[in-house]
């Protein structure tokens, strides 16, 4: 069993800059990979950006590469998704999520509450 709790979503205007945490916490799991999902109100969860426990590598959705840099704290467990040139297309609810074994990018074993970002024009 694992818990994920996100932070450091708000309000931005559009181009301006947000960075998310996400802390996890349990008795006793392994972590392959930890990343961030996004939800805009009527559509389904997508994929945003995750990275590798063991070599930290990364890997993007097209629709955020070179704006959104993910990154990780083994000692903390804890990943972040700092995002830059924000538009309003990414208003969204974002997910943090945690793989406990190696499994494809669009699979979660656990999900945190989600956090909203909102960015106006």
């Known amino acids: 069993q694992v818990q994920l709790v996100e932070s ?5 205007q559009a181009g301006g800059s947000l960075r998310l945490s996400c802390a996890a916490s349990g008795r006793s799991f392994s972590t392959y ?3 961030w999902f996004r939800q805009a109100p009527g559509k389904e969860r997508e ?7 063991s070599r930290g590598t990364t890997s993007y959705a097209d629709s955020v590469k ?11 467990t804890a990943v972040y998704l700092g ?20 499994r494809g990018l669009n699979e979660a074993d656990y999900w945190g509450q989600g956090t909203q ?4 024009s």
């Open 117 to 120: 970002v909102t960015v106006s």
């Open 83 to 102: 995002m830059n040139s924000l538009k309003p297309e990414d208003t969204a609810v974002y997910y943090c999520a945690i793989q406990t074994r190696p």
């Open 47 to 53: 994929f945003v950006a995750a990275i590798t426990w």
């Open 66 to 76: 070179g704006r959104f840099t993910i990154s990780r704290d083994g000692a903390k």
């Open 8 to 12: 450091g979503g708000g309000l931005v």
């Open 33 to 35: 990979r930890m990343g």
